[in-house]
Nanobody
């Protein structure tokens, strides 16, 4: 089994910054793509940013230029640096990972429990 544990959410004023972290643990052989999604009340879950095992990244148009996704493969951890935060960034942020596990070496998708980000004055 694999667990994803997020941290770093909280309350921040508009224009402020937060850094989210998501650490994966368990029977991990390799992690392929990792990503951050968010879901605001009444909205569907949406992709915020994704990163491949080789470091290629993608971002939603709403966060381009403000958010940066990165990963540390040695620590099985993905990060999301969020700058110039806006009230519309308020949501629960979930990390996602495509994990190849021991002993079957088949990829499976895992989600973290989510961390609340609130942007308000």
């Amino acid at each position: 089994q694999v667990q994803l544990v997020e941290s770093g959410g909280g309350l921040v004023q508009p224009g402020g910054s937060l850094r989210l972290s998501c650490a994966a643990s368990g029977s991990i052989f390799r992690i392929n793509a990792m990503g951050w999604y968010r879901q605001a009340p009444g909205n569907e879950r949406e992709l915020v940013a994704g990163i491949t095992s080789s470091g290629s990244t993608e971002y939603s148009d709403s966060v381009k230029g403000r958010f940066t996704i990165s990963r540390d493969n040695g620590k099985n951890t993905v990060y999301l640096q969020m700058n110039s935060l806006k009230p519309e960034d308020t949501a629960v942020y979930h990390c996602n990972a495509q994990v190849v596990q021991y002993p079957l070496f088949r990829p499976s998708e895992y989600w973290g429990q989510g961390t609340q980000v609130t942007v308000s004055s």
